[in-house]
T-cell receptor, first 112, second 114 residues
Framework: QKEVEQNSGPLSVPEGAIASLNCTYSDRGSQSFFWYRQYSGKSPELIMFIYSNGDKEDGRFTAQLNKASQYVSLLIRDSQPSDSATYLCAVALDNYGQNFVFGPGTRLSVLP | GAGVSQSPRYKVAKRGQDVALRCDPISGHVSLFWYQQALGQGPEFLTYFQNEAQLDKSGLPSDRFFAERPEGSVSTLKIQRTQQEDSAVYLC????????????FGDGTRLSIL
């Protein structure tokens, strides 16, 4: 059973702070890792993806991957109230377009 | 259109009725995925197409669920003899199908079975 774990939250941070979202996965064969943001009643929206160990930065977002620890995280700098949403971690086992395994999501609340 | 289009957005059906949900992927995307999302949960995989071929249907919860993509573009997810536990949001996603490509989601169909 391939599993992806996330703290369900809610994670509350003040506006302007760094929000840190964490995800662990069980299958060591996992190759690709994705973070999606989902507003209530809306569909998941891709934020970032990462394939290699280390950090990947895009604007206020940084994804961090540690395959040895089977851990991927998303940092949101200068958090804004508009960042309040559920963040879904998705893991793909191989490189051939197969389905993603999603975590349950972490609810983030950025307080003004 | 530029994104994945799903219809209807909302569907209410009585228990025992058949329903059909439609997905129109991003033009040129060869891979198409169906997911089921319960309230407060992450999406759960149902089935996957590459062009017209259904390569994985391991996530379909029962033989009442059937999906097709006959021409490798639009896909339909059909649920026969609906049950209350089928109530969920059904999400469709598409990708280029090459290795490591992100999936892009439609707005989903919210299905309510009375």
């Amino acid at each position: 059973q391939k599993e992806v774990e996330q703290n369900s939250g809610p994670l509350s941070v003040p506006e302007g702070a760094i929000a840190s979202l964490n995800c662990t996965y069980s299958d060591r064969g996992s190759q690709s890792f994705f973070w999606y943001r989902q507003y209530s009643g809306k569909s998941p929206e891709l934020i970032m993806f990462i394939y290699s160990n280390g950090d990947k930065e895009d604007g206020r977002f940084t994804a961090q991957l540690n395959k040895a620890s089977q851990y991927v995280s998303l940092l949101i700098r200068d958090s804004q109230p508009s960042d309040s949403a559920t963040y879904l971690c998705a893991v793909a086992l191989d490189n051939y377009g197969q389905n993603f395994v999603f975590g349950p999501g972490t609810r983030l609340s950025v307080l003004p | 259109g530029a994104g994945v289009s799903q219809s209807p957005r909302y569907k209410v059906a009585k228990r025992g009725q058949d329903v059909a949900l439609r997905c129109d992927p991003i033009s040129g995307h060869v891979s198409l995925f169906w997911y089921q999302q319960a309230l407060g949960q992450g999406p759960e995989f149902l089935t996957y197409f590459q062009n017209e071929a259904q390569l994985d249907k391991s996530g379909l919860p029962s033989d009442r669920f059937f999906a097709e993509r006959p021409e490798g573009s639009v896909s339909t997810l059909k649920i026969q003899r609906t049950q209350q536990e089928d109530s969920a949001v059904y999400l469709c996603a598409s990708s280029r199908g090459r290795s490591n490509q992100p999936q892009h989601f439609g707005d989903g169909t919210r299905l309510s079975i009375l």
